[in-house]
């Protein structure tokens, strides 16, 4: 799949300290970015990629098709986005329009061996990605205070 393609390429040179690597995360961006006030917003995807970055993880994101419409009221491609968050081009990713971002985010993970930072649990999807049942594989998370919260 070609989100698992461009954003394995990345991880494989940065990754975690874990057994001497940096750990590779996957934010759900359209998720994400409902976190504060449930008002979708970069501000609050910046944020938690601020966060886990100072907490030494390696993040990519993986947004639906229509997230620029919902952020600015038009189309918004990986390259826009990338720079708006301030991330490598290669590091993030907007899946066609019509395909759900999902399925995406669980093979990238998978095939990353990545976690998932995301309040969304995945149901739909559980038969054929049973590691989103594994604990800590979701990392949830929230704005508590103005403060990003994450379940690391």
């Not at 991880?11 to 940096?22: K, L, W």
């Not at 501000?43 to 098709?65: H, M, W």
């Not at 826009?80 to 395909?99: N, S, Y």
């Not at 038969?127 to 949830?140: A, C, F, K, M, W």
Request: hydrophobic share 40%; glycine share 10%; with cysteine.
């Amino acid at each position: 799949m070609l989100a698992s393609l461009i954003l394995l390429v990345r991880a494989r040179s940065s990754r975690r300290r874990v057994s001497g690597r940096q750990q590779t995360v996957l934010l759900d961006g359209s998720n994400v970015m409902h976190w504060k006030d449930g008002v979708p917003q970069l501000e609050t995807v910046r944020k938690v990629l601020s966060c886990l970055q100072r907490n030494g993880y390696s993040p990519g994101v993986i947004f639906d098709a229509n997230a620029g419409y919902l952020i600015s009221g038009s189309y918004m491609h990986d390259g826009h986005l990338a720079k708006a968050l301030g991330l490598p081009r290669d590091r993030v990713m907007v899946v066609p329009k019509g395909t759900p971002a999902d399925p995406a985010i669980l093979m990238a993970a998978r095939d990353l061996g990545a976690r998932i930072v995301s309040n969304d649990r995945y149901r739909d999807w559980e038969v054929d990605h049973p590691e989103i049942s594994q604990p800590g594989y979701l990392i949830r998370g929230a704005f508590r205070g103005g403060q990003v919260s994450l379940d690391l």
